[in-house]
């Protein structure tokens, strides 16, 4: 699997970006995803994830009410949508496809196998 995030950028604070991650090399409909971030000095940490259908998805409580994860199987791309965005936010931005076949919004980075590249989200104050 490869997958390439996009969507990054500079934004001043309250405003809002959409980050996209499009994947390629297997069945997108079967792989739940996860969204991670890590900022300069920190340990990569667990945004959000959704499951291999989109019923379900799950947020940290840092971004719990601000950010939203959707799919479009039929386009092999998973979004997520930043609203009202916080300094706090400033990271590089991961995709990552899940290991396992159930998804319950796992937060270690450990069960997630395949990882895109990262885009960087700057919220300035």
């Known amino acids: 699997v490869q997958l390439q995030a996009s969507g990054g950028g500079l934004v001043q604070a309250g405003g809002s970006l959409r980050l996209s991650c499009a994947a390629s090399?297997?069945?997108?409909?079967?792989?739940?995803m996860g969204w991670f971030r890590q900022a300069p000095g920190k340990e990569r940490g667990f945004v959000g994830g959704i499951s291999r259908n989109g019923g379900r998805t799950y947020y940290a409580d840092s971004v719990k009410g601000r950010f939203t994860i959707s799919r479009d199987n039929a386009k092999n791309t998973v979004y997520l949508q930043m609203n009202n965005l916080k300094p706090e936010d400033t990271a590089v931005y991961y995709c990552?496809?899940?290991?396992?076949?159930?998804?319950?919004?796992?937060?270690?980075?450990?069960?997630?196998?395949?990882w895109g590249q990262g885009t960087l989200v700057t919220v300035s104050s």
């Open positions: 090399g297997r069945a997108f409909g079967n792989i739940a």
């Open positions: 990552a496809t899940y290991i396992g076949l159930y998804y319950n919004g796992d937060t270690s980075k450990d069960v997630y196998n395949y």
